[in-house]
């Protein structure tokens, strides 16, 4: 299985700075085949920036996009409109669920969309700290699991990818910390299990990421977290010499 390494740069970058950045790093990154190196850029910059990576070396991924593919849906972009610019899309991003109000139905309908349109879903899921101290992480982990991939079928499952983000361990929260391996190891085994339950053995191969003030320096006990297949990177991933650490270290723990 591939390692993933993928950079969600948010609301960060002009198209410029973003041109510029990504120029940058494909010079300064290293070419490994079994690491799939993914940046999430503005929607504003993805055309553009299409036209100017080497999709060899790397993909590009959406942060969002609407679920329907064409109508009267005023200032969205969807999954049809981004076919063929983008190879992946994160689906569910804590931010989305919390700031925008999606829900699960929404998020299954985009995950949903992404498949239909050949991009590969990166359903994000996981707890906030309020949840974790009451105990129900486990409950919110399945709810978001079951909801978010309610219209995928046995024969989807194969293009899509869980991201788990416990909401508390990302960088931008108010008291962010990070969080333990062993912490992440246990909700890890909770999703690989449910998604067992669901679909079967099949759901093995299922990819899952970890997320949350990812930085070089815990990248590999991140890594080396068993069932943990790739890091999904905010804050790092906007400093070049930071996620080209991040993909050294990749490289180097799975080798
Ligand atoms: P940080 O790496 O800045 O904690 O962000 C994580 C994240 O939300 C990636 O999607």
Redesign the pocket.
Known sequence: MKTYIVG?W?LNFTVGEASIYLHKLLKAMPNYRDVEVVVAPSLIALQPLSLQVDRHKMKLAAQNAFYRDTGAFTGEVSFAQLRGIVDYA?VG???RRYILREDDKMIAKKVAAAVRNKITPIL?IGETESERAFGETADVIRDQLTGGLSEVSDDMLDKVII?Y?PVW????TKA?KAAAPDEIAEVVRLIRASLVDMYGAVAERVPVLF????KPVNAGAYLTVPGVDGL??????LILNEFVDIIEVAKRVRS
Not at 169 to 172: D, K, L, R, V
Not at 211 to 214: C, I, N, P
């Open positions: 969600n948010k994160i991003h804590s931010e994000c991201a983000e361990a990302i960088s931008s962010a997320g949350g003030s990812v999904l990177v905010g804050g790092s991933s």
